[in-house]
């Protein structure tokens, strides 16, 4: 079984206008902080200091982030003011008060596109129930390492794009996370250079 894809804060790093720095959001609750930085840290802090709590839960089929906004906070969810308690999606954005920028949610979805390997040759691909081929690519599911086929558009006619028609897998019933050159589910347009 392959590890869960993890959510990630893409926050503005202060440094250059417009550039973002991915901040992983770890498993269990953690804490958002405001300072010079934003930070998220599993390390409770001091009365007063936190903007809020997340936690990467389940809703359903999909995983989400659970914010629990500090009291009297004044969060706002894609640009209206949020409730306190606040379930968060991949493209969400959310402004801190007192913060320098917007952070937009995404997810860590790591390297799971490969070449089939030899044991896999000639097992059935679920969705389209079409045997994997030698030099066939796929795309394992972030969650169970079921492989869906997804292959390139060199391949033409024949072209198999089961990871980019099924929404979720059809093994374990969660998301299929289809990956991006950076590593992550989602990036604001016009910002994949400041990563």
């Known amino acids: 079984m392959t590890a869960s894809a993890c959510f990630v804060l893409l926050i503005p790093d202060g440094t250059s206008a417009g550039a973002l720095r991915a901040v992983r959001v770890p498993k269990g609750v953690s804490y958002v902080r405001m300072g010079r930085r934003l930070r998220v840290t599993k390390k409770a802090p001091k009365a007063g200091m936190a903007c809020g709590a997340l936690e990467p839960v389940r809703s359903g089929r999909r995983d989400r982030l659970l914010l629990l906004a500090a ?4 969060v706002r ?16 954005q959310v402004q801190w008060p007192d913060s320098r920028g917007i952070c937009h949610v995404s ?13 896999l040759v000639g097992s059935i691909c679920p969705v389209c129930l079409t045997p994997f081929r030698d030099g066939t690519t ?11 086929h997804l292959e390139a558009e060199d391949k033409g006619d024949e072209r198999l794009d089961c990871a980019r028609v099924c929404s979720a897998c059809p093994t374990c019933q969660r998301e299929v996370l ?4 950076t590593g992550l589910t989602y990036v604001p347009a016009g910002m994949e250079a400041s990563l």
Do not use: H, I, M, Y
Not at 71 to 74: E, K, L, N
């Open 71 to 74: 009291p009297g906070g004044r």
């Open 77 to 92: 969810r894609n640009g209206a003011p949020a409730p306190q308690v606040v379930l968060l999606a991949e493209g969400d």
């Open 107 to 119: 997810r860590l979805s790591g390297r799971q596109v490969e070449t089939v390997s030899a044991d």
């Open 138 to 148: 796929v795309l394992r599911c972030a969650f169970c390492g079921q492989p869906l």
């Open 178 to 181: 289809l990956p991006s050159p």
